[in-house]
C-alpha cells in the first residue's frame, strides 16, 4: 500500500487543508486582536475549496481495498453539502464575532470542518469500519458545537440531550452491525455483505438487526420515533448550528442510508427494510407536521419541519434506482437553500433584536419588506409551492415514489400528499404573521449584516431559479447514474 | 424558436408584467397603474388576435387538433417539456381571462393598503392562468395551476375584508388539498399512460393518442383527477371554500377568482379527466353527475337565504359553476358545448357581478341587501348594470345566460334513460330559482324605497369603474346575440374528445 491511495481523496484533503490552515492559524494568534482575519480566511478558503469540488473531474475512485469509494454521486452530494456549508459560514460571520464567542471562534470552524470531514467518509464508506468513524467523527464534534453558548443553559442542556442520544444510538447501531456480521460471513464490506445475505436466509435475527440500523441511523436523521431529541436541540443551540443540523448533517446521513440501503442490503431489500422504512416515513412526515403546528418558537418550529422533511427526503430511498437517488439528491439541494434562507432571516432577526417567536414577526413587513420578502419564499419554497424549487423537488421526489407502479407506493405518496397540505398550513402561519396580523411591527427596521445578506442572496436566488433551471436535476440525475441501481 | 410563439407571449407578458411592478415605487400609484393598463390592454389585444386568427386558420382548412403547437424540453431525465398548443375552447379561455384581468384592473382602480404588492399577487396569479391555458403538457399544467393558487392567500388575506384570515387559509388548503388528489392523478397517468418500450410522456395529446391505461387504473384515476379539479370547479362537497372565499376577497380577485380561476377546474376536468380516461368517465360519470346536480340545486336554494350580496353571488357561482361539471358529463358534444359556453357567460356575468358590488360597497360600506335600497334613484347607472348582470344570470333570452343554458339542456336531454333524465329535470328547476333570488334582490336592492337617508348623497359611477363594467356588458350582450361563432368553434375542439369516448365504451 503506498500513500498515493491518500491522494485520491481530493474532498477530503480539501477539506482536511483547510482544517490545518484554520487551526495553525488559530494557534498562532492567541493575542484577541490578530484574529480578525479568522472569519474572512476561512470563508474565503472554504469558499475556494467549494469551487474546486464542483470543479474536479468526476471519476470512479476506489482506495483501501474498495472501503473508500468515490463515485460521481458522493462527489455530487459533497459539492452540494459544500455550498450548504459556505452558506452556514456566511450566515454565522457575524455571530462569531460577538463577545461571548469571539475569543474561540478558532474551535467553531474546527469543529465545524472535523464534522464535514466525518460526513465525507460517511458518503464514500463503502465499508461500515469507515462509516462508524465517519460517524462518530461528525456527531461527537457536534454535540460541542451545540453547547457553544456554553453560558447559556438552554445550550448546555441540548449539549447534553444531544451528546446522550448521539452516543446511545451510536451503540444501538453498532449492536445491529454485529448482528449483520454474524450473517455476512465476517465481512463487513458492503459488497460482501450483499452477496452473502441471499433473500432467502431471513431470520428473527436479521430482522432485529435492520431495525436496529434503522434506529442507529434514524437517530441521526431524527426519523419518528427517533426525533425526541430534536426539537430540544435546535431551539438551545446557536442558531448557526441549528442551520447546519438541520441541512448539512440531515443531508450526508440521507445520502449514506441509501447508499447502504442499496449495496449492502439490497437483496433483502423487499423482505425487511422496505416495510420498516415505509412505516418509519409515515411517522416522520404525519408527526413532524402535527407537532410543528403547534410551535411558537421559530427555532423548535423549524425543527420539527426539518423532521418532516426528513420523511420526504427518505421517499427518494423507497425506490431503489437512478431516478430514486438523482431526486433525493435534488430534494436535499433544494431543502438547502430554502432551509438556510429561513435560517438566514431567522439569524438575522435574532442577533439584532434576540427575538424568535412566531409572535415577534406579526407586521414584518412594515419595517423589513426584504427580509419578509426573502422569508415569505423560503415558506413558499418549503411548503412545494411552485415557481419556487420546493415545488419541483417534492414535484420529482413523488414522481421517483411511484416509478414502480406498485399500489402501497401510491398510497404512501398519497399519504405524503395529504401531508404537504398540512405543512402549508403552518409555513402560511408564519407568512400570515408577517404580512397580515394586525398591530405595529415588533421587530425595528435594521440592515442586516454582510455575511447575512450574502447568504440570504444566495438562498433566495437558489430558491427562483434551482427549479425553473433544469440544470441542476439534470446534474444530480446524471450523477446518480452509478452501478447497482435500476433506472 | 422559443420567442416566436404567440403563445409563449401569454406567459412572458404577465412576467414582463410582474418585473415591471417590481420596480415600480410602493406608492407610486401612476407608474403602478400604468404598467398594469399598459401589460393588461397588450394582453386583450394579443387574445382578440388570437382569436381572429384562429378563426381565420380554421376557415382556411386548417383542422389540425391544437394550433399553435410546440414543445421545448425542460426535465431531461423525465421528459418533462413546456408544451403549449391551444384549440378553440382555450382560446376563447385566454380570451375571457384577458377580459377580466383588464376589468379586473379598472377595478382595483383605488386599492389600498400596498398598491404594489397587490397588482404582483395579481400578476403572478394572471400568469399561472395564462400558462395553464396554454399548456399541453401535465406537469407545465399543473405547474401554472398551483402557480394561480397560492397568490389568493395573501390577496385575501391582507386585502379583503370580513373573516378574511379564515377564508383565505380555508380557501387555501381547500384547493390545495384538491390539487394533492390531483397531482396522485396525474403520476398515475404519466406512468401508466404509455405502452411498453416507449418514454413515459407528461404530454396529453400523446397519452391519449396511445389511450394505453388499462381499466382499472382509470377507474381510480378519474376519481383523483375529477375530484382535483372538481375541488376548484366547486363540485358539492368540496364547495365550501367559495362562498367565504368569495366573500372576502376584494373585487378584482373576487372577478377573477369566480370568473377564470372557478374555470379551470372544468377546464381540467375535460381537459384531463374526462379526455385521457374515457372509460372511466363513461364508466362512473354517473357519481359526478349526482354530485354536481346537488350542486346547482343546493347553490341555487342557498343563494335565495343569504342577505350578504357577495355570498348570494359565490352561492350562484357554486350553482352555475355545478352546471358547468353537470354539462361536461353528460358526454356528449351539444351538453359539452353548453358548458364551455356557460363558463364564459358565467366568468363575465360573475365578474361584472362582483365588480358592481365592489363599487356599491364602495360608496355605502354594507353588503347587507337590508341596509340598502332603491340604488337606481341614487346611482341610475350602477343600478341599470346590476339589472343587466341579473338578467344574464337569471337567463333571459339575448343574454349569454340563455344561450348557455339552453345548449346545455337540450344537450342533457340527449340522454333517454331514466336516470339522467330525473336529474337533467331537477337541474333545470335551477333556472327558476335563480330568478328567484335574482328578482327578490333587484326588486328590494334596485328598485325597492331608499333604506337609508345617507344613501341620498352617494355618486353614481367614475370613468374608471364604467369602462370597466361596459366592457363586460358589451361582452355579456355579444354572447348572447352572435352565438353561433363561438358555438362553432367550440364544437369542431370537442371532436377528439367526443371519439375518444366513443372508442371507450
Given at each position: 500500500m503506498g500513500y498515493s491511495q491518500f491522494g485520491a481523496m481530493i474532498p477530503e484533503l480539501i477539506i482536511l487543508g483547510i482544517f490545518l490552515v484554520v487551526f495553525v492559524a488559530d494557534v498562532f494568534s492567541r493575542d484577541g486582536s490578530a484574529k480578525k482575519f479568522l472569519t474572512p480566511m476561512t470563508t474565503v478558503l472554504f469558499g475556494l475549496g467549494t469551487i474546486?469540488?464542483?470543479?474536479?473531474?468526476?471519476?470512479?475512485?476506489?482506495?483501501?481495498?474498495?472501503?473508500?469509494?468515490?463515485?460521481?454521486?458522493?462527489?455530487?452530494?459533497?459539492?452540494?453539502?459544500?455550498?450548504?456549508?459556505?452558506?452556514?459560514?456566511?450566515?454565522?460571520?457575524?455571530?462569531?464575532?460577538?463577545?461571548?464567542?469571539?475569543?474561540?471562534?478558532?474551535?467553531?470552524?474546527?469543529?465545524?470542518?472535523?464534522?464535514?470531514?466525518?460526513?465525507?467518509?460517511?458518503?464514500?464508506?463503502?465499508?461500515?469500519?469507515?462509516?462508524?468513524?465517519?460517524?462518530?467523527?461528525?456527531?461527537?464534534?457536534?454535540?460541542?458545537?451545540?453547547?457553544?453558548?456554553?453560558?447559556?443553559?438552554?445550550?448546555?442542556?441540548?449539549?447534553?440531550?444531544?451528546?446522550?442520544?448521539?452516543?446511545?444510538?451510536?451503540?444501538?447501531?453498532?449492536?445491529?452491525?454485529?448482528?449483520?456480521?454474524?450473517?455476512?460471513?465476517?465481512?463487513?464490506?458492503?459488497?460482501?455483505?450483499?452477496?452473502?445475505?441471499?433473500?432467502?436466509?431471513?431470520?428473527?435475527?436479521?430482522?432485529?438487526a435492520m431495525a436496529f440500523m434503522i434506529a442507529g441511523i434514524g437517530f441521526k436523521l431524527s426519523l419518528v420515533p427517533f426525533h425526541l431529541w430534536t426539537a430540544d436541540v435546535y431551539q438551545g443551540a446557536p442558531t448557526a448550528i441549528t442551520s447546519y443540523l438541520s441541512v448539512i448533517s440531515k443531508g450526508a446521513t440521507a445520502f449514506a442510508f441509501f447508499i447502504i440501503f442499496v449495496q449492502a442490503f439490497g437483496q433483502i431489500y423487499p423482505d425487511c427494510w422496505e416495510w420498516m422504512l415505509y412505516a418509519v416515513i409515515i411517522a416522520t412526515i404525519t408527526v413532524?407536521?402535527?407537532?410543528?403546528?403547534?410551535?411558537?418558537?421559530?427555532?423548535?418550529?423549524?425543527?420539527?419541519?426539518?423532521?418532516?422533511?426528513?420523511?420526504?427526503?427518505?421517499?427518494?430511498?423507497?425506490?431503489?434506482?437512478?431516478?430514486?437517488?438523482?431526486?433525493?439528491?435534488?430534494?436535499?439541494?433544494?431543502?438547502?437553500?430554502?432551509?438556510?434562507?429561513?435560517?438566514?432571516?431567522?439569524?438575522?432577526?435574532?442577533?439584532?433584536?434576540?427575538?424568535?417567536?412566531?409572535?415577534?414577526?406579526?407586521?414584518?413587513?412594515?419595517?423589513?419588506?426584504?427580509?419578509?420578502?426573502?422569508?415569505?419564499?423560503?415558506?413558499?419554497?418549503?411548503?412545494?409551492?411552485?415557481?419556487?424549487?420546493?415545488?419541483?423537488?417534492?414535484?420529482?421526489?413523488?414522481?421517483?415514489?411511484?416509478?414502480?407502479?406498485?399500489?402501497?407506493?401510491?398510497?404512501?405518496?398519497l399519504i405524503a400528499l395529504i401531508n404537504t397540505i398540512i405543512s402549508l398550513y403552518y409555513y402560511l402561519l408564519v407568512v400570515k404573521a408577517i404580512w397580515i396580523n394586525p398591530g405595529e411591527a415588533k421587530v425595528e427596521a435594521f440592515k442586516s449584516n454582510t455575511g447575512e445578506r450574502a447568504a440570504l442572496w444566495i438562498c433566495v436566488a437558489g430558491i427562483v431559479l434551482f427549479g425553473l433551471v433544469p440544470y441542476i436535476y439534470e446534474y444530480c440525475y446524471n450523477a446518480a447514474l452509478i452501478p447497482g441501481l435500476g433506472q | 424558436?422559443?420567442?416566436?410563439?404567440?403563445?409563449?407571449?401569454?406567459?412572458?407578458?404577465?412576467?414582463?408584467?410582474?418585473?415591471?411592478?417590481?420596480?415600480?415605487?410602493?406608492?407610486?400609484?401612476?407608474?403602478?397603474?400604468?404598467?398594469?393598463?399598459?401589460?393588461?390592454?397588450?394582453?386583450?389585444?394579443?387574445?382578440?388576435?388570437?382569436?381572429?386568427?384562429?378563426?381565420?386558420?380554421?376557415?382556411?382548412?386548417?383542422?389540425?387538433?391544437?394550433?399553435?403547437?410546440?414543445?421545448?424540453?425542460?426535465?431531461?431525465?423525465?421528459?418533462?417539456?413546456?408544451?403549449?398548443?391551444?384549440?378553440?375552447?382555450?382560446?376563447?379561455?385566454?380570451?375571457?381571462?384577458?377580459?377580466?384581468?383588464?376589468?379586473?384592473?379598472?377595478?382595483?382602480?383605488?386599492?389600498?393598503?400596498?398598491?404594489?404588492?397587490?397588482?404582483?399577487?395579481?400578476?403572478?396569479?394572471?400568469?399561472?392562468v395564462y400558462g395553464f391555458f396554454i399548456s399541453i403538457d401535465m406537469f407545465t399544467m399543473f405547474m401554472f395551476y398551483e402557480v394561480a393558487l397560492i397568490p389568493m392567500y395573501l390577496l385575501i388575506g391582507v386585502w379583503g375584508t370580513g373573516r378574511k384570515e379564515y377564508s383565505a387559509m380555508k380557501l387555501t388548503l381547500m384547493l390545495m388539498g384538491g390539487s394533492a388528489f390531483l397531482m396522485l392523478g396525474l403520476l398515475g397517468i404519466y406512468w401508466h399512460g404509455t405502452p411498453e418500450g416507449m418514454p413515459h410522456t407528461w404530454n396529453i395529446l400523446e397519452i391519449s393518442h396511445y389511450g394505453n391505461i388499462d381499466y382499472g387504473w382509470q377507474n381510480l384515476l378519474f376519481v383523483f383527477t375529477f375530484v382535483g379539479f372538481g375541488v376548484l370547479g366547486a363540485m358539492f362537497p368540496f364547495h365550501t371554500w367559495s362562498p367565504d372565499g368569495h366573500a372576502c376577497a376584494?373585487?378584482?380577485?373576487?372577478?377573477?377568482?369566480?370568473?377564470?380561476?372557478?374555470?379551470?377546474?372544468?377546464?381540467?376536468?375535460?381537459?384531463?379527466?374526462?379526455?385521457?380516461?374515457?372509460?372511466?368517465?363513461?364508466?362512473?360519470?354517473?357519481?359526478?353527475?349526482?354530485?354536481?346536480?346537488?350542486?346547482?340545486?343546493?347553490?341555487?336554494?342557498?343563494?335565495?337565504?343569504?342577505?350578504?350580496?357577495?355570498?348570494?353571488?359565490?352561492?350562484?357561482?357554486?350553482?352555475?359553476?355545478?352546471?358547468?361539471?353537470?354539462?361536461?358529463?353528460?358526454?356528449?358534444?351539444?351538453?359539452?358545448?353548453?358548458?364551455?359556453?356557460?363558463?364564459?357567460?358565467?366568468?363575465?356575468?360573475?365578474?361584472?357581478?362582483?365588480?358592481?358590488?365592489?363599487?356599491?360597497?364602495?360608496?355605502?360600506?354594507?353588503?347587507?341587501?337590508?341596509q340598502m335600497g332603491g340604488l337606481m334613484k341614487i346611482m341610475p347607472y350602477l343600478g341599470v348594470c346590476y339589472m343587466i348582470a341579473g338578467f344574464a344570470s337569471l337567463g333571459l333570452p339575448g343574454m349569454s345566460g340563455f344561450v348557455a343554458e339552453m345548449t346545455i339542456f337540450f344537450g342533457s336531454f340527449e340522454h333517454a334513460d331514466m336516470f339522467h333524465r330525473i336529474f337533467v329535470i331537477a337541474a333545470t328547476t335551477s333556472i327558476v330559482i335563480t330568478a328567484v333570488y335574482i328578482l327578490r334582490v333587484v326588486g328590494k336592492l334596485i328598485l325597492g324605497p331608499v333604506q337609508d337617508e345617507h344613501h341620498l348623497s352617494l355618486t353614481d359611477a367614475t370613468w374608471w369603474e364604467r369602462l370597466s363594467t361596459v366592457t363586460l356588458i358589451a361582452c355579456l350582450a355579444g354572447i348572447g346575440f352572435f352565438p353561433n361563432w363561438l358555438s362553432e368553434t367550440i364544437q369542431h375542439s370537442f371532436k377528439p374528445i367526443v371519439d375518444a369516448l366513443a372508442m371507450a365504451i
Open positions: 474546486a469540488i464542483w470543479l474536479l473531474p468526476s471519476c470512479e475512485v476506489s482506495v483501501f481495498g474498495g472501503m473508500y469509494v468515490n463515485d460521481t454521486a458522493s462527489m455530487a452530494i459533497k459539492a452540494i453539502l459544500n455550498i450548504g456549508v459556505f452558506i452556514v459560514l456566511l450566515q454565522s460571520a457575524h455571530w462569531v464575532e460577538s463577545d461571548e464567542v469571539a475569543i474561540r471562534k478558532g474551535e467553531f470552524y474546527e469543529l465545524l470542518l472535523v464534522t464535514l470531514f466525518g460526513m465525507y467518509l460517511m458518503i464514500s464508506a463503502r465499508h461500515f469500519l469507515l462509516f462508524v468513524i465517519g460517524l462518530e467523527a461528525a456527531s461527537l464534534p457536534l454535540a460541542a458545537l451545540v453547547a457553544f453558548n456554553k453560558k447559556h443553559y438552554e445550550s448546555d442542556e441540548a449539549a447534553i440531550k444531544y451528546i446522550l442520544t448521539a452516543v446511545f444510538s451510536s451503540a444501538i447501531l453498532l449492536m445491529g452491525l454485529s448482528f449483520v456480521y454474524a450473517f455476512s460471513g465476517g465481512s463487513l464490506y458492503y459488497s460482501d455483505i450483499y452477496t452473502n445475505i441471499a433473500s432467502g436466509q431471513m431470520s428473527g435475527l436479521l430482522i432485529v413532524g407536521n402535527l407537532f410543528a403546528i403547534r410551535q411558537k418558537n421559530l427555532k423548535r418550529f423549524m425543527a420539527f419541519s426539518s423532521i418532516s422533511q426528513a420523511g420526504y427526503i427518505m421517499l427518494g430511498a423507497m425506490t431503489s434506482s437512478t431516478i430514486g437517488l438523482g431526486s433525493m439528491m435534488y430534494y436535499i439541494f433544494v431543502y438547502i437553500v430554502s432551509n438556510l434562507g429561513a435560517f438566514a432571516v431567522i439569524t438575522s432577526i435574532e442577533n439584532k433584536t434576540g427575538k424568535v417567536g412566531m409572535d415577534d414577526y406579526d407586521g414584518l413587513h412594515k419595517t423589513n419588506p426584504w427580509l419578509s420578502f426573502a422569508m415569505t419564499l423560503a415558506m413558499f419554497s418549503l411548503a412545494g409551492i411552485p415557481p419556487f424549487a420546493g415545488f419541483f423537488s417534492k414535484f420529482l421526489i413523488f414522481t421517483s415514489a411511484t416509478s414502480t407502479g406498485s399500489m402501497p407506493l401510491y398510497i404512501l405518496v | 424558436m422559443f420567442f416566436g410563439n404567440i403563445l409563449i407571449w401569454f406567459v412572458v407578458v404577465p412576467i414582463l408584467m410582474l418585473a415591471g411592478l417590481a420596480l415600480c415605487g410602493q406608492n407610486n400609484m401612476k407608474a403602478i397603474r400604468g404598467v398594469m393598463v399598459t401589460c393588461s390592454t397588450v394582453l386583450l389585444g394579443m387574445s382578440i388576435w388570437l382569436v381572429c386568427d384562429f378563426l381565420a386558420q380554421r376557415a382556411a382548412g386548417n383542422q389540425a387538433e391544437m394550433l399553435w403547437m410546440d414543445s421545448w424540453m425542460w426535465y431531461k431525465p423525465l421528459n418533462i417539456h413546456l408544451a403549449v398548443g391551444v384549440d378553440g375552447i382555450s382560446v376563447l379561455m385566454l380570451l375571457l381571462t384577458s377580459i377580466i384581468v383588464f376589468a379586473g384592473t379598472f377595478a382595483s382602480w383605488k386599492i389600498n393598503p400596498l398598491p404594489k404588492n397587490f397588482f404582483l399577487w395579481y400578476s403572478l396569479l394572471s400568469t399561472g376584494p373585487t378584482a380577485v373576487s372577478m377573477l377568482h369566480a370568473g377564470v380561476l372557478m374555470k379551470l377546474g372544468g377546464y381540467g376536468c375535460f381537459r384531463i379527466a374526462i379526455f385521457l380516461l374515457p372509460h372511466a368517465a363513461n364508466e362512473l360519470a354517473w357519481i359526478f353527475i349526482i354530485l354536481t346536480g346537488i350542486s346547482i340545486v343546493y347553490g341555487a336554494f342557498s343563494a335565495c337565504v343569504q342577505t350578504d350580496l357577495k355570498y348570494i353571488n359565490a352561492y350562484s357561482s357554486v350553482s352555475h359553476c355545478g352546471m358547468v361539471l353537470f354539462a361536461l358529463l353528460m358526454l356528449n358534444t351539444t351538453a359539452m358545448t353548453g358548458a364551455i359556453l356557460q363558463m364564459l357567460s358565467h366568468g363575465l356575468m360573475t365578474a361584472l357581478f362582483f365588480a358592481l358590488i365592489g363599487m356599491i360597497y364602495g360608496r355605502t360600506h354594507t353588503r347587507d341587501i337590508r
